[in-house]
């Protein structure tokens, strides 16, 4: 679903995801990084997280115990 969205849906419509790297990124790298129960839940955060309170930035994808990293 995540290759069809950045395929077909993501090109038409303007960019506007405050973070980088951006939200579908995010999931597909969660995905990647710790399957699919992890993925999900570190996708839904950060869905959650993606409004107007929160700020810009760089957020990679990182479980909950682990450092936030810093920009390279």
């Excluded at 980088?20 to 699919?36: D, G, L, T």
């Amino acid at each position: 679903m995540l290759k069809f969205y950045k395929r077909e849906i993501s090109p038409i419509i303007p960019k506007s995801c405050r973070f980088v790297p951006s939200c579908s990124e995010y999931s597909m790298e969660a995905y990647k990084k710790y399957r699919v129960v992890k993925g999900i839940v570190l996708t839904s955060w950060r869905l959650f997280r993606c409004n107007l309170l929160d700020g810009p930035g760089f957020d990679p994808p990182r479980w909950f115990d682990k450092e936030k990293p810093t920009e390279e």
